[in-house]
């Protein structure tokens, strides 16, 4: 069973950071992507950032030049780093993974809301 699991969300006031951390209990080598998406109320879920087995990102342009997505030691492990954060950036951040195989694995969610 393939386990995902988010950490680090919670309140911060606008204009501060805050730290997301995913682990997935997925072998490494399997790994094709992981990234994370994010979906405020009456909201679709949309991709926040994103990061390849290669190393390549990409990013929301709502979120470019303030977040940063990179992996940990361990390439089953990936963070994101949002500084400058606004209002608009209140939301439940997901953790996704994909696989070479095709599949796609979630965690369950981390709150992350910002105060005015």
């Known amino acids: 069973q393939v386990q995902v699991v988010e950490s680090g969300g919670g309140l911060v006031q606008a204009g501060g950071s805050l730290r997301l951390s995913c682990s997935a209990s997925?072998?490494?080598?399997?790994?094709?992507?992981m990234g994370w998406y994010r979906q405020a109320p009456g909201s679709q879920r949309e991709l926040v950032a994103r990061?390849?087995?290669?190393?390549?990102?990409n990013y929301a342009d709502s979120v470019k030049g303030r977040f940063a997505i990179s992996r940990g030691n361990a390439q089953n492990f990936v963070n994101l780093q949002m500084n400058d954060v606004q209002p608009e950036d209140t939301a439940v951040y997901y953790c996704?993974?994909?696989?070479?195989?095709?599949?796609?694995?979630w965690g369950q969610g981390t709150q992350v809301t910002v105060s005015s």
């Open positions: 990061i390849w087995s290669s190393g390549v990102t």
């Open positions: 996704n993974v994909s696989t070479h195989f095709g599949a796609d694995y």
């Open positions: 997925v072998r490494i080598f399997n790994i094709y992507a």
